[in-house]
């Protein structure tokens, strides 16, 4: 059975930061990257940003410059640090874990989701 259990969103004026973190448990195998998507409701999900197993890294321009996301392998642990945070960030966020098994066989899971509200 795999897990993501997502934590750290909540509600944040503009301007100030939260940190998001995901932990995947179960059996994971040849997990390629872990992320992060956000989505408002009766839009498509969208990529915020993700790390690959070697450190490599890509973010949405949305958060260039404002995000910064990080990971741990021993624990299959995500990390995403929001700073500045607009009023478009407000969305359903995310964890993702993307693994490749081998040619055409690759699985996507993902967290239930939490929320970040931006308001003031």
């Known amino acids: 059975q795999v897990q993501l259990v997502e934590s750290g969103g909540g509600l944040v004026q503009p301007g100030g930061s939260l940190r998001l973190s995901c932990a995947a448990s179960g059996s994971i195998l040849g997990i390629y990257a872990m992320g992060w998507y956000r989505q408002v409701p009766g839009k498509q999900r969208e990529l915020v940003a993700h790390i690959t197993s070697v450190g490599g890294t890509h973010y949405a321009d949305f958060a260039k410059g404002r995000f910064t996301i990080s990971g741990d392998n021993a624990k299959n642990t995500v990390y995403l640090q929001m700073n500045s945070l607009k009023i478009e960030d407000t969305a359903v966020y995310y964890c993702?874990?993307?693994?490749?098994?081998?040619?055409?066989?690759?699985?996507?899971?993902w967290g239930q989701g939490t929320q970040v509200t931006v308001s003031s």
């Open positions: 993702n874990v993307h693994s490749i098994v081998g040619p055409n066989n690759e699985y996507d899971y």
